[in-house]
């Protein structure tokens, strides 16, 4: 069992910069690839997909990002203290989302299969 915490959510400034974290509980946090997906407000009562952001390999050797922070973002994780963190750049509008922290053992594409969640970190970035 795996229980994650993320941390670090507020309201910036469009071109702004924001640090996500997340603390993860558990002796076998190195065991599983780590990932960040959002949901766009309005859509938590609708069935759509979380996006997917980033996820990082259990060793940390290995990153992949979604089509829309390519460039922007940048995943990382720290297995000695159990956590993973994800550093925002040049935030826009659209960002605008919760931001959830996921742990999974099954990768698909790039992406990654959660078997557990976090509750979610708001992030607000104001045009």
């Known amino acids: 069992q795996v229980q994650l915490v993320e941390s670090g959510g507020g309201l910036v400034q469009a071109g702004g910069s924001l640090r996500l974290s997340c603390a993860a509980s558990g002796p076998t946090f190195s065991d599983y690839d780590m990932g960040w997906f959002r949901q766009a407000p309005g859509k938590e009562r609708e069935f759509v997909a979380r996006e997917f952001v980033a996820r990082i390999s259990r060793s940390g050797g290995s990153t992949f990002y979604g089509d829309s922070v390519k460039g922007r973002f940048t995943i990382s994780r720290d297995n000695a203290k159990n956590t993973v963190s994800l550093q925002m750049n040049s935030l826009k509008p659209e960002d605008t989302a919760v931001y959830y922290c996921?742990?999974?053992?099954?990768?698909?594409?790039?992406?990654?299969?959660?078997?557990?969640w976090g509750q979610g970190t708001q992030v607000t970035v104001s045009s």
């Open positions: 996921a742990a999974g053992r099954t990768v698909l594409a790039g992406s990654l299969a959660p078997d557990y």
